[in-house]
């Protein structure tokens, strides 16, 4: 019933018919065709217990548009779609949901999961030059959307806390996994002191450049970086890290199965492609520290899936009791993965 309006108060018309997209982990996608005009768009209910303020997310992506727009930004952008009965971005329901449209690009498809060497490359590449572009103009009007969302020091804490208040039976079946965290704490850690000692310029980040969130065109090439709503201020290692996290994993990022799903060659190439635009802006310690941040930012992706887990998962979208713990494991079997390819330890 609610969505029926929300569908009318965009498009001018309750004749359209949506069919729900699972891609992400938060927020619940639909596509929307207007059956009368024909047109496409993506509607998307907020997730408003992690983004408590909807409206930062339009106020980015518009600021995000209009330096792509300015540069010789090579790829497309999705344009936020303003509601047809108020001067706003995001539509609230009855039930105080809020939704936000934006327009649909065609011919499109998503992986969930880098197939080959080639797009690796190309994904990189284009999240690279995303980043090049987007960088430094409007740097002071970012807003953050998700407060401590990368403050490593408070998912560590997070993740200390849920530790003390987990069920004994969920502690039980983490034991591995919170033995390798506490081995190695040390990787964000260092993190928290290179920030705390400024040596890692603040940068607009995306802030969530997996796989999921490129398009690509029928042959595989990337068409557009989407999903801007975790677009933040931060260190551009994050987002190097998150990406070398998603591209370089062979598995699907539940399957907790144990075996090494690194994939060294794409690692390599998702290096290459990053770098391609951003090689001769970046400073010294953000180039020597390349490695490290894959290996902390899959650190703390598996602390933040674990602590879901121990908190009875109420983050993540979960489909059955031990899928946070399966994350958790793939996380880290990349991680360890990862580490000997590098050779330490
Ligand atoms: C979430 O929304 P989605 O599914 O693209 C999460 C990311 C995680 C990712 C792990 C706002 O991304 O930070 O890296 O899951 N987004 C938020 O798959 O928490």
Redesign the pocket.
């Known amino acids: 019933m609610e969505l029926k309006q929300i569908v009318t108060g965009f498009t001018g018309t309750e004749n359209c018919t949506l069919t729900p997209i699972t891609?992400?982990?938060?927020?619940a996608t639909y596509l929307v065709e207007n059956n009368e005009s024909g047109e496409k768009f993506i509607l998307q209910k907020i997730?408003t217990s992690?983004?408590k303020f909807p409206e930062i997310i339009t106020d980015n992506h518009l600021l995000i548009n209009e330096m792509l727009e300015n540069g010789n930004y090579p790829l497309k952008m999705t344009q936020p779609k303003k509601a047809l009965s108020a001067e706003t971005y995001i539509l609230k329901d009855e039930n105080g949901e809020s939704w936000r449209m934006v327009d649909f690009i065609e011919d499109t498809k998503t992986f969930f999961k880098i197939p080959d060497i080639k797009t690796a490359y190309e994904s990189a590449k284009a999240v690279g030059c995303f980043l090049d572009m987007i960088n430094p103009e409007h740097l002071p009007d970012i807003q953050n959307p998700?407060p401590d969302?990368i403050n490593f020091e408070k998912r560590i804490s997070d993740y200390q806390i849920s530790l003390q208040n987990a069920r004994e039976d969920l502690l039980m079946n983490a034991l591995a996994e919170v033995e390798m965290m506490n081995e190695l704490l040390f990787l964000p850690e260092k993190w928290i002191d290179m920030e705390k000692n400024n040596l890692l310029p603040k940068r607009i980040i995306h802030?969530?450049p997996?796989i999921?969130?490129i398009l690509f065109d029928e042959n595989s090439s990337p068409l557009a970086v989407i999903?801007l709503?975790?677009v933040t201020v931060s260190t551009i290692l994050y987002d190097f890290g998150?990406m070398a996290?998603?591209y370089t994993n062979t598995l699907d990022?539940d399957d907790g199965s144990a075996e090494n799903n690194f994939n060294p060659h794409i690692y390599r190439t998702v290096k290459d492609g990053f770098l391609l635009n951003l090689k001769e802006k970046l400073t010294f310690e953000e180039l020597e520290n390349l490695d490290y941040a894959a290996q902390t930012v899959i650190y703390i992706?598996a602390v933040?899936?674990l602590t879901d887990y121990l908190n009875g998962s109420t983050?993540?979208s979960t489909t059955y009791n031990e899928h946070n713990l399966d994350?958790t494991r793939n996380q880290l079997q990349l991680l360890k993965s990862l580490r000997e390819y590098l050779n330490i330890d």
């Open positions: 891609n992400g982990l938060i927020n997730n992690v983004f998700i969302f802030g969530d997996n999921r969130n999903d709503d975790t998150d996290r998603s990022e992706q933040r899936f983050y993540y994350r």
